[in-house]
């Protein structure tokens, strides 16, 4: 990430500010982070890929000391505070970050103290902005195969991950796995190519994205398929029995425990150059999701678009609870647009998949990813080699 110096604090000291952005879409501004926090924003969105705006949509600013104000008081068991101005998320040790949700959709800033972080929220924060701006934030999965942009998305742990290595395997080129920006207006997508999380089994299938991994990951999971072979050996009866018998149970199933069953690594280390950059068209959308059996059939892109509002909702869960504290801190303040989030992604929603080619993907877990890929190429295939060009249609201004 870039970095500029800027200015001069009270001490007299150079003020660091680095600014990230997707796609050019959103920027967002750390100022005086902490090596840890760089880390996490690069785990949670990946490289910087276009030119940061001039003014940031987002901007963190770390502070040594907010001033405590009197009349501080806690939500929860100090999970959040707020005084007569201001509302605060409250860190382990009793560290504060402001939360500003009145401006949450505009431009915004946020103030913490070291060992507080806001990040946790950034996805939903962002989200909001870019539904602001016209555009909405999916969780889908996207890449580009053959000339054609491929949109799969579904609910959490539906398939997103299987489909996209299913078709990486075949040469396709990667934008992102957990999070796909659409805009109705222009017939786009841009991933987010934030850090990649794949299952072992996964790797079982894909053996030449193994030997891409750290040689720390491998090793990890060498120990989990060892464990997983001596587990299957017990007789079933002892199987799940004892203190923590549940645990060491799951932890023996393929995709049962994520700390261990799970690599974690950058796309690029993992596609090399099958990396798609800048916007792709929005050709094909799979639904994907969980059955006994491989299985595709044609579904109205609106239906997914309907459906996709509840996974939305779910996924902003975290901010939403955490501004019914706002709320109840502040009963006379309120944020119209996070009120009518989900009007505003499905109205965005069905403009941008409008016309587009939709199926839903059902299979089992684990499942072939030869299987599923064989099962969706052929639905990929009937899009003309020249696709046509997505109809414009008529959309609202820019909210903020």
């Known amino acids: 990430m870039p970095v500029n110096e800027i200015g001069q604090s009270s001490a007299e000291r150079a003020v660091r500010r680095e600014d990230y952005t997707l796609h ?39 502070v040594p000391r907010l001033p405590r104000r009197e009349g501080l008081q806690y939500v929860g068991l100090h999970e959040a505070a707020f005084d007569e101005e201001e509302f605060y998320l409250v860190g382990p ?24 972080s806001i990040l946790s929220y950034l996805l939903p924060v962002l989200g909001l902005r870019l539904l602001a701006k016209g555009y909405v934030m999916l969780h889908a999965a996207s890449l580009v195969h053959e000339g ?15 489909t996209l290595l299913a078709f990486m395997r075949a040469g396709a080129q990667y934008l992102g796995d957990e999070w796909t920006i659409l805009s109705p207006a222009e017939g786009k997508m841009w991933g987010i190519a934030g850090t990649l999380q794949i299952w072992d089994w996964h790797l079982r299938q894909q053996p030449d994205l193994w030997r891409r991994l750290r040689p720390a990951e491998r090793n990890r999971l060498r120990l989990l398929r060892a464990y997983q072979h001596l587990y299957g050996l017990l007789p079933s009866a002892w199987r799940g029995r004892g203190a923590g018998g549940e645990w060491l149970r ?72 955490l501004y019914q504290e706002f709320r109840y801190a502040f009963p006379e303040r309120h944020n119209d647009l996070l009120d009518t989030a989900s009007d505003h992604e499905e109205r965005l929603l069905r403009q941008s998949l409008c016309g587009t080619l939709a199926h839903q993907v059902l299979h089992p877990y684990p499942v072939s990813l030869s299987l599923l890929y064989q099962s969706c190429l052929p639905l990929v295939r009937q899009v003309e080699a020249e696709p046509q060009e997505q109809p414009i249609l008529e959309t609202e201004e820019p909210l903020l």
């Not at 700390?259 to 990396?275: D, H, K, Y």
């Open 24 to 62: 050019g879409l959103v920027t967002i501004r750390l100022v005086d982070a902490p090596a840890e926090a760089r880390a996490e924003l690069a785990w949670l969105l990946g490289p910087s890929q276009g030119q940061p705006a001039a003014e940031p949509d987002v901007t963190i600013r770390y």
């Open 250 to 321: 799951r932890l023996s199933l393929d995709g049962g425990n994520a700390l261990w069953g799970q690599a974690r690594s950058a796309p690029a280390r993992l596609f090399g150059e099958n990396l798609w950059r800048g916007p792709a068209p929005v050709d094909v959308v799979f639904l994907a999701g969980i059955g006994p059996k491989v299985q595709v059939v044609p579904l109205e892109a609106v239906e997914v678009a309907r459906r996709m509002i509840a996974s939305l909702a779910f996924e902003r869960r975290s901010l939403t609870a």
């Open 148 to 162: 054609k942009g491929v949109l799969v998305t579904g609910w959490q742990k539906g398939g997103k991950t299987e």
């Open 93 to 116: 040790q009793g560290q504060l970050a402001t939360f500003p949700f009145a401006r949450l959709g505009g431009p915004s800033e946020f103030l913490c103290e070291p060992g507080v």
